[in-house]
């Protein structure tokens, strides 16, 4: 079943077509890699899913309903999460009221105080952050923010799972660690849709990639597809040469 | 040690807030009536420094409306106790006075509070500007009055109800900080896109949270009213009104509840003593005091008592 879907979907910003008539699917329970250079318009179409935007023209359906017109908090509350390539985390709130304010209004319907405790403490397990429930989450290293973010966006209950840019910043052992958080998060039954710079995570992560290039969508198909693409290793190669040169 | 330390701290503030209460209380019995003057109009100040913080203060959105909403609570005196005689009871011109205002801000608050940063304070001042300009065409084209004079209420109903107010701003700006509502005004200070992408209907929050209030300095305006015996739209919606609360907020720290209230005593204490001997001084002063305050003490007043407690008690422990 297509759990998301997109029709068109298309972005300007001025003149800018950051998005430009972009079809897109996502099976339930896989995980989508979403790839393409700097200024691609990945984040433009995380914003655009979750409502940050509004597509114009373009539909966006979620479960086979139309949820274009829908604000942020309903989409979170029937089942989409995500995380942000710069993070937003409370910054002044300790670690567990971050992910207590995702469990106590991300839920529909609601949970009882106990029940969202309960729930937040759980993701902030799963997630290992469990030891520093009560640092303020401003202190935390990036990898740790990050973690956070993933933690507050799990304890929505979501059923898909938008993550941008997880691994940026992160050394090897922290990537590592992120790619194994993905899996169990797929594990869990949440579909999962990734942008992601880090190619080898990308490759072992996962099912399927949506390459994007100037707003548009240039290939789509199977890690091992998208390796050989010429397509995909022309606007790759042409990146370098650019910044090469 | 330990434990007695923390039970002792725990019932500290408490206790401390009760003899406060108390002190304020019988104030009528053992004051003179300078001092309950006095008192009244710091609680005013304390009042509208409270409920402008806890907007203002928790979800990062600096209102500018102050002196709107407590302009609304002046005229709703001004209408309902003219002069000659009361159309409802004072309590109920309070009350009226409170739900005015907060029905001007959820209208406003709906419209106006997609507008972020520096628009939104712009938007606020205007507001105050554009309902004296609006009272001032009313008075003159329509009711032909240039102002419009309250009755004589006593001085102790006064201190009292503005008391009674003051109460139920902290005891709300308390319950609303520990509850699940508090949290989402919190996370939308701290990170408006993050609070709504886990949930939470900003928009909602907000307006409901400026109404709220709003419905403090409306109810604070109406019972100030009757102080003022003569009102007309430049007393009303006297954008001073509007700036006090912050410098205030600020003087005091935001911190916790108590700093604004510290900022505001401790202002409006300064206000009517400096303004009736040095009326020269008294801006200029306050304005080296607040400058001293802004670069020196990053958390106001507050900010300072607490740190200097923490080296006292810090020393305590360190001799135990
Ligand atoms: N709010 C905005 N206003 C104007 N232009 C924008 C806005 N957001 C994004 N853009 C532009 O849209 C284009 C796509 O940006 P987007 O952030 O979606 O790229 P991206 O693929 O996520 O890139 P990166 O890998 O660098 O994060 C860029 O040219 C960007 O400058
Ligand atoms: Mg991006």
Not at chain 1, 91 to 115: E, H, I, K, R
Not at chain 2, 102 to 109: E, F, H, I, N
Not at chain 2, 202 to 213: L, Q
């Amino acid at each position: 079943m297509h759990i998301l879907e997109g029709e068109g979907v298309t972005k300007y910003f001025g003149g800018l077509a950051a998005v430009s008539n972009v079809d897109f699917y996502v099976e339930q329970g896989e995980v989508v890699g979403l790839i393409g250079p700097n200024g691609a318009g990945k984040t433009t179409l995380f914003n655009l899913i979750s409502a940050a935007l509004v597509p114009k023209p373009g539909i966006i359906k979620y479960k086979g309903k139309n949820i274009t017109r829908k604000k942020p908090h309903q989409i979170c509350r029937i089942g989409i999460a995500r995380t942000f390539q710069t993070v937003k985390i409370f910054a002044n709130m300790p670690v567990l009221q971050n992910v207590l304010a995702g469990s106590f209004f991300g839920t529909s319907p609601g949970m009882s105080s106990t029940d969202a405790t309960r729930e937040a403490l759980e993701s902030l397990e799963f997630v290992g952050l469990s030891d520093l429930a009560a640092t303020p989450a401003g202190d935390l290293t990036l990898a740790n923010q990050k973690r956070l973010e993933v933690a507050r966006a799990l304890a929505t209950r979501p059923e898909l799972l938008l993550l941008d840019e997880l691994m940026a910043g992160l050394n090897h052992t922290e990537i590592a660690e992120s790619m194994e958080l993905v899996k169990r998060i797929r594990d869990r039954g949440v579909t999962v849709v990734m942008i992601e710079h880090v190619m080898k995570a990308i490759m072992n992560v996962c099912d399927r990639i949506i390459v994007l290039h100037h707003g548009q969508k240039i290939a789509e198909g199977t890690p091992q597809e998208i390796a050989t693409s010429k397509t995909v290793i022309e606007v790759y190669l042409g990146e370098q040469t650019n910044a090469g040169s | 040690m330990n434990i007695t330390a923390f039970t002792f701290k725990k019932s500290l503030v408490p206790g401390l807030l009760l003899v406060i209460l108390v002190a304020l209380v019988t104030l009528p019995i053992y004051g003179s009536l300078y001092n309950v003057i006095l008192v009244t109009s710091i609680l005013m100040y304390a009042n509208l420094t409270v409920s402008w913080v806890l907007f203002s203060g928790s979800t990062g959105y600096m209102s500018l409306a102050t002196a709107a909403f407590f302009g609304i609570g002046i005229y709703a005196s001004a209408l309902f106790l003219p002069t000659t005689g009361a159309v409802f009871p004072v309590l109920v011109v309070v009350l009226i006075g409170g739900l005015a205002s907060s029905l001007v801000a959820l209208g406003v608050g709906a419209l106006t509070l997609r507008l972020r940063g520096i628009y939104f304070a712009i938007f606020t001042f205007v507001l105050v500007v554009l309902i004296m300009e609006l009272g001032i065409w009313w008075e003159l084209s329509v009711s032909h009055l240039l102002g419009r004079y309250v009755i004589l209420v006593d001085n102790n109903v006064i201190f009292y109800t503005m008391l009674g107010i003051f109460v139920l701003v902290m005891l709300t700006t308390f319950f609303i900080r520990r509850s699940k509502f508090g949290l989402a005004m919190r996370s939308i200070g701290e990170n408006e896109e993050a609070a709504s992408h886990i949930g939470i209907n900003v928009t909602m929050v907000k307006v409901i949270t400026f109404a709220i209030s709003a419905f403090f300095m409306g109810a604070t305006g109406a019972i100030w009213a009757t102080k003022l015996t003569y009102v007309d739209p430049h007393v009303a919606f006297n954008v001073l009104f509007s700036f006090m609360p912050v410098l205030m907020a600020i003087f005091g720290g935001m911190g916790n509840i108590y700093g604004p209230v510290i900022g505001a005593a401790l202002f409006a204490y300064l206000q009517e003593t400096l303004q009736t001997e040095f009326p020269e001084i008294y801006m200029i002063s306050f304005g080296f005091i607040l400058v001293a305050v802004i670069l020196y003490l990053p958390n106001g007043v507050l900010g300072l008592i607490q740190k200097l407690w923490k080296r006292i008690s810090g020393g305590k422990r360190a001799h135990t």
